[in-house]
């Protein structure tokens, strides 16, 4: 076999995992939105096809029976308030960092490495008492700070390589123009890192939009609870209306999948950028 017909052979396979792994991402996606428009009956009977007679009803009765106008406002404002306070604070931070020369400073970006290896679900029931001596149980400022908080460490990851890769001397011209040092950060440096800031802005809001744990621990009120807490409101110990389910969940996966696709171009750009610099 030449090495011409052993690149095409490769090619070929490379072609084909390409698909089958697409296919197994796309497939449990569609076959979702397809599961939303049938009867409870055909769901059982009809699996994998579909529907021969669409339920459009199934939208309606989501939407009013999880009360999900209500919980879309409660998972913007959260995911909303709580990227207010993560890209300026990861910002800043990241750019000390990657910029400045201070004590101790090697040690405090390894302590925040470290927080990016500890898993949320152990730091869960220290959080919950926090919240909790602090009053910030059953309230979205509570939520914003823990999700904030949560995020710093991958934030800052992200933002340094970001802030290494650019040349100092873009910061020491505009100082010498008479702009301070914070003044060469927000007028030169931060629009440089536009995908560094994409990245965050998808990476952790989509991550906050689907956080379930702590906002099942945070939140007891029926008025305060959040997307990912009203999907779980569908299931039952005894039965589970499967369409039903599957037209909420529709409806909250639509913005994400809209949001990915129109920034996915940044989202590559930065997830590229920060694994090979720095």
């Known amino acids: 076999m030449t090495y011409k017909q052993k690149r095409k052979l490769a090619a ?3 072609g084909i995992l390409l698909v089958f792994m697409f296919i197994l991402c796309v497939y449990p996606i ?22 021969s007679s ?19 406002i409660n998972s913007l404002l959260i995911t909303g ?11 800043c931070a990241a750019y000390a960092i990657a910029r ?16 990016i290896m500890i898993p949320s679900g152990v730091l869960g029931i220290p959080t919950f008492t926090v919240a909790m001596k602090l009053g910030l149980l059953n309230s979205r400022i509570g939520l914003i700070l823990i999700y904030a908080a949560q995020s710093i460490a991958m934030g800052v990851f992200i933002m340094r ?32 890192t536009k995908a560094g800031i994409m990245t965050q802005v998808i990476f952790n809001g989509l991550t906050i939009w689907n956080e379930y744990f702590m906002a099942n621990i945070m939140i007891t009120k029926p008025e305060m609870k959040t997307l990912p807490l009203a999907i779980a409101s569908f299931t039952s110990k005894h039965t589970t209306n499967y ?8 409806i909250v996966t639509l913005p994400v999948i809209l949001i990915f696709v129109l920034a996915q171009k940044s989202f590559i750009e930065g997830m590229s950028a ?3 610099k720095g």
Not at 83 to 88: A, E, F, G, N
Not at 109 to 115: A, D, H, Q, R
Not at 243 to 250: N, Y
């Open 100 to 115: 400045l020369r201070f004590r101790y400073r090697a040690a405090i970006y390894t302590l925040l490495l470290l927080g």
């Open 243 to 250: 369409p039903t389910l599957f037209a909420a969940l529709s």
């Open 161 to 192: 390589a970001f802030f290494i890769s650019l040349p100092k001397e873009l910061e020491e011209a505009a100082m010498i123009d008479g702009c301070s040092r914070f003044g060469s950060f927000v007028r030169v440096i931060l629009p440089l």
């Open 30 to 51: 569609v076959w979702m939105f397809l599961g939303s428009f049938k009867d409870s009956g055909e769901f059982y009977t009809n699996i994998w096809g579909i529907s």
């Open 81 to 91: 308030g709580s990227l207010l306070v993560i890209i300026p604070v990861n910002c």
């Open 274 to 276: 920060g694994s090979i």
């Open 54 to 72: 669409p339920q459009f009803i199934n939208y309606v009765n989501a939407w009013k029976e999880g009360e999900l106008g209500q919980k879309f």
């Open 12 to 14: 070929v396979f490379w």
